[in-house]
């Protein structure tokens, strides 16, 4: 397919999927920082995610931004765009490009396992599928989130006086661990790190429900002390979480799978929950597009290509620079 390339660069219309660097023309799948920068011309995404950008990076972060409601087309020359739920984070998006008959998707980031905080993930066929591979290996099949969601709340009946600091990347996991817990019944205040503030007020008034929250602060640590706490996975090993009172490390990541990374990361309370696709989901995401070709990128990108191949597809990696979950801040 001669008119998008590896850069994820639409020929046709000059413009650029998620690029690194400022560009002209950008169409950003969603609001987290390894896909969407500031420093565009012109940024075209969902409602949602371009509001997200304006709370990060300011009003002024780029030069024109134009929405664009998911399932509804947008003709630019003789390029048809349609934005599709991706299921990552709220206003997140698949890009679907049709052009002489041909349609390719790109997934940005996405899950398919519902989730309240986010549109749902729908399927959409094609000829070429772009999709992620964070969690591109076996290994990866993630457990349902309520019952990691239980065993947090376990813990915290066990262990009434004791905080739960559970580390959250700001965008997205925060409003998930929270709209899950008040769907589990957790009804008392849940005090943020001011990283969060601004954040949740956006997903409380999109609809979002994340029930009564509180700024955290250091002077109120007796007032904390038997409450869930949340920061940033940062703020986990810095000296504003160790002047909580005997606080339980908890993090909520789909590599806390990993036990030596949760151990190394000091978490007493790994919560493994993951705003990415994990084995399962990517295989049959993959069946389902019934897409001849495949281009795999963000994560493990290898055994995904051999697992593409062993299974008749036309497949290869992309390696995309800049694409790290670690980022998702």
């Known amino acids: 397919m001669q008119w998008i390339n ?3 660069y639409i020929a046709p219309i000059d413009a650029y999927i998620d690029p690194i660097k400022p560009v002209d023309k950008a169409i950003i799948t969603h609001g987290h920082a390894d896909h969407a920068r500031p420093g565009h011309q012109k940024v075209l995404a969902s409602r949602q995610t371009i509001d997200i950008m304006k709370i990060r990076y300011g009003e002024k972060s780029a030069t024109s931004f134009q929405s664009m409601e998911f399932g509804k087309p947008l003709r630019i020359n003789d390029v048809t765009i349609t934005l599709h739920p991706a299921g990552h984070i ?6 679907s490009i049709e052009y002489r008959g041909q349609r390719v998707v790109v997934t940005g980031d996405y899950k398919t396992i519902p989730d309240s905080s986010a549109q749902a993930f729908e399927i959409i066929k094609c000829d070429l599928f772009v999709t992620e591979a964070t969690f591109g290996l076996p290994i990866f099949q993630h457990p349902s989130p309520h019952n990691e969601i239980n065993n947090l709340l376990k813990s915290i009946s066990e262990q009434p006086k004791r905080t739960h600091l559970i580390g959250v990347y700001s965008l ?4 998930r661990v929270i709209s899950l817990l008040r769907e589990a019944g957790y009804d008392h205040p849940i005090f943020i790190h001011g990283a969060l503030e601004k954040l949740c007020d956006y997903y409380s008034s999109e609809g979002i429900n994340l029930g009564l929250l509180r700024k ?11 409450a869930v706490v949340m920061a940033p996975p940062s703020a986990l090993r810095d000296r504003w979480s160790r002047r909580l009172m005997d606080p339980i490390i908890c993090q909520a990541s789909g590599w806390m799978t990993i036990k030596q990374r949760a151990k190394r990361s000091g978490v007493e309370l790994p919560l493994i929950i993951s ?3 994990d084995w399962n989901e990517l295989t049959s995401t993959i069946d389902s597009t019934e897409a001849d070709t495949i281009w795999v990128t963000h994560g493990r990108e290898d055994a995904l290509v051999h697992w593409c191949k062993l299974n008749g597809k036309n497949a290869e990696p992309l390696r995309l620079q800049g694409r790290d979950e670690e980022l998702e801040i």
């Open 275 to 277: 705003d990415h696709a």
């Open 90 to 95: 709220l206003g997140s998006a698949q890009i």
């Open 216 to 226: 955290a602060l250091v002077q109120d640590k007796e007032t904390m002390k038997g």
């Open 6 to 8: 590896h850069e994820l």
């Open 172 to 175: 997205g996991k925060a409003q």
